[in-house]
Each structure stands twice: as structure tokens, then as C-alpha cells.
């Protein structure tokens, strides 16, 4: 299994931005499909982005559509997600996850593909 720490959440204005990185050890990191979740108080835990393995192949919600991006760099073990255009409903624990696989073009989507999991990073945005 991998590791997997996440960073970077905060308290934000609507409209800001923020990066919420997360750094995976323990495994080779480029062997993991990666993706990031968010839960907020009372919902269940909602897919947000994913990238598979290479980088070269990204999924999005579509409420954040336009606005996240998510990116990896593979030398370094971390995954970001990038959110601008900020809103309240953005708000919630941003958790990262990896699945390890042997196909290299695949990202998913569903909580359930995935077998590591970080502890979550709070992001909170401000009306």
C-alpha cells in the first residue's frame, strides 16, 4: 500500500484560490492511478478529479468543471489539485487516493476503485 499525505487547505474567500497537494510514499508512485474526493458535513464523499498514471489523461466532476485542475508530478510522488473561482460549496475534507494499476491511460472515478486513501485536508470557503 501507499502512503499518502495530504497539505495546502485553508480558508479561502469566495472567488480565491488554493492548491492542495498530496505526497504519496512507500510504493513507486507512478504505478497509481490518483484521484481526489471531497466530503462535506452530512454528504456522502463526492468524487472531484482524477489522473491516471502517466498525467496525460484527467477526469472532473462537473460542478468544478472549468475551475480544478488536477496535475502530478511523478518525480516528486505528489498529485495537486488546483481550485480557483472558489465557491461555499466547495467547501469540505479534500481527501487524495491512489489505486495501483498496470494500465497506464486509465483515471476513475468511483471511491470504491481505490485502496489507499490520505487522512483529508480541510478546505473551507468564505461567502
Known amino acids: 500500500q501507499v502512503q499518502l499525505v495530504e497539505s495546502g487547505g485553508g480558508l479561502v474567500q469566495a472567488g480565491g484560490s488554493l492548491r492542495v497537494s498530496c505526497e504519496a510514499s512507500g510504493r513507486t508512485f507512478s504505478g497509481y492511478a490518483m484521484g481526489w474526493f471531497r466530503q462535506a458535513p452530512g454528504k456522502e464523499r463526492e468524487f472531484v478529479a482524477a489522473i491516471n498514471r502517466r498525467g496525460d489523461s484527467t477526469g472532473y466532476a462537473d460542478s468544478v468543471k472549468g475551475r480544478f485542475t488536477i496535475s502530478r508530478d511523478n518525480a516528486k510522488n505528489t498529485v495537486y489539485l488546483q481550485m480557483n473561482s472558489l465557491k461555499p460549496d466547495d467547501t469540505g475534507v479534500y481527501y487524495c487516493?491512489?489505486?495501483?494499476?498496470?494500465?497506464?491511460?486509465?483515471?476513475?472515478?468511483?471511491?470504491?476503485?481505490?485502496?489507499?486513501w490520505g487522512q483529508g485536508t480541510q478546505v473551507t470557503v468564505s461567502s
Open positions: 487516493a491512489a489505486r495501483g494499476t498496470p494500465v497506464s491511460g486509465s483515471y476513475y472515478t468511483i471511491p470504491t476503485h481505490y485502496n489507499s
